[in-house]
């Protein structure tokens, strides 16, 4: 099984850089994913991650090492549509998906 | 336009009642998942289906079971709804279980059990 650990709540100011760390225990891994989820709606994919590293895709990067079971994912340039929830999810060896409860950002004006 | 459509949108549910979920995709994926989502706890995998003909229990699969009859449809039943099965219910699906094949999910399903 998966034990996957990340902050409930964060706020950020407009503009500015905020991080949310997430860490795991798995019994296998094959990739670690990131999703944004807006209140009210379905979770949308941003992030993957399989290999230690930095994957950038534009105002959002994420950061993953295997050896310490964690993972981050980085919002620059903060704007108001950015508050959401954001989930962390792991993929075990028999490819299914455990997600963490999610941090829900809050980007005030 | 290509996605997952779920029904019903919204469903109040007397406890003992059976109930089915329904999900169909057009984008031709071969795996298919149900989770819930719960205040606290985030998403949960209910059941899953790798391809058509095949099913698997998720993290939480009891009171719950499933069909994949062909590859479109994955729909999810309640036999006898208790009103801790009260959630909101997303269908998912991906083009395959490896890779970086993503899900794609419905709007969801939210369903109160009285």
């Known amino acids: 099984g998966q034990n996957i650990d990340q902050p409930t709540e964060m706020t950020a100011t407009e503009g500015a850089i905020v991080q949310i760390n997430c860490t795991y225990q798995?019994?296998?891994?094959?990739?670690l994913f990131w999703y944004q989820q807006h209140a009210g709606e379905a979770p949308t994919f941003l992030s993957y991650n399989v290999l230690d590293g930095l994957e950038e895709k534009g105002r959002f990067s994420s950061f993953l090492s295997r050896s310490k079971g964690y993972s981050y994912l980085l919002l620059k340039e903060l704007q108001m549509k950015d508050s959401a929830s954001y989930l962390c999810a792991v993929r075990d060896e028999d490819y299914k998906l455990s997600f963490g409860a999610g941090t829900t950002v809050t980007v005030r004006a | 336009i290509a996605g997952i459509t779920q029904a019903p949108t919204s469903q109040i549910l007397a406890a003992g009642r059976r109930m089915t979920l329904r999900c169909t995709q057009d984008?031709?994926?071969?795996?298919m998942y149900w989770y819930r989502q719960d205040l606290g706890l985030g998403l949960r995998l209910i059941h899953y289906s790798n391809t058509a003909g095949t099913t698997g229990k998720g993290e939480v699969p009891d009171g719950y079971s499933v069909s994949r009859a062909n590859t479109d449809d994955f729909p999810l039943t309640l036999a006898s709804a208790v009103p801790s099965q009260t959630s909101v219910y997303f269908c998912a699906s991906s083009a395959s279980g490896s890779g970086a094949n993503v899900l794609t999910f419905g709007a969801g399903s939210r369903l109160t059990v009285l």
């Open positions: 984008m031709r994926h071969n795996a």
């Open positions: 798995t019994s296998g891994f094959n990739g």
